[in-house]
């Protein structure tokens, strides 16, 4: 993606872990190469306190800035500006959400800040609508990455509209990720087995009872899902076809 | 109140004070005091006159490598935090990585 190879098809956000070390510890069991990241002001209020990048090193992971808490494309392309030059980064996550309680992606403002980013040298992975128009649209304009939600952001039901999503996936030319509403390992696996490239998770591993083994699963669920879709899956019939031969049968 | 609180813990700095007055009606104006007044992640701060952004960071005890600064809405490019002075009524923005998803 983007003229760069990950091994893992994970992505994990470090949001709304309990405290830096077990984001680490997660981080590492999940066996992700890239990790998204919000950008804040300093706290100067207290500037000894730990910080993201002694715990979760921007060397070894790829670092995915995200405009998480934007609501205005402008918003969105300061914050990112910002974090190219904290990092040097240009490979970013736009997301522009609408208002709780849905959080749904914002599509005009989405395409807006899209626009003003690539022409700013970016590399968009764009978080969007399960519309395969809009996401078809976000490919043409540039963007490097499609994410559409699996479900709305930390509501871990899992992917609700396959259909959509698999449209998205089979006449997307760039890498296709889902991105939010996976609840638990199954959930991953799922949109695996869908076709898609990559499944990014937070709420899921970081809120879980035990986030380190969550994101074992994750990793777990991620390689089943991916191998199921290659190996292809019978087809759903209505009628059972037995799986012992009928002949030869003692008399 | 916030301001008074922050130059104090500014441990190396003493000569960095405050003066209530002036942070409430004059903010913009340079004075003879060689302090100005400007606002840092939207609080109110006391500095010397032609302090620059690299002194402004070092003061503030942070780790070059690990933010981005905006000054009036504009990035500060890294190899210019030596040579950018701030300016009395400055909007500084100073940032870094945290969690998100």
Redesign the interface.
Known sequence: MAGRSFASRLVVGTGKYKDLPTTAAAIEASGAEMVTVAVRRVNLSDRNAPMLQDYVSPTRYTYLPNTAGCFTADEAVRTLRLAREAGGWNLVKLEVLGPAPTLYPDMPATFEAARALIKDGFEVMVYCSDDPIAAKRLEEMGCVAIMPLGAPIGSGLGVQNPLMIQMIIEQAKVPVLVDAGVGTAYDATFAMELGCDAVLVNSAIAMADDPVLMARAMKAGVEAGRLAFRAGRIPRRGAASASSPMTGLIK | M?AF??LN?ASTVESLRTNFARLAGRARRPDNTGMMELH????AMALPQGLTVAGLIAQ????IR?????RN?E?V??SLYAQVPLGAGDEI?????????
């Open positions: 916030r609180a922050i813990s840092v992640n939207g609080e503030l005890e942070l780790d690990k933010v981005a600064v905006e809405r990035i490019p890294r923005e100073i940032v870094h990585f945290i969690g998100g998803g």
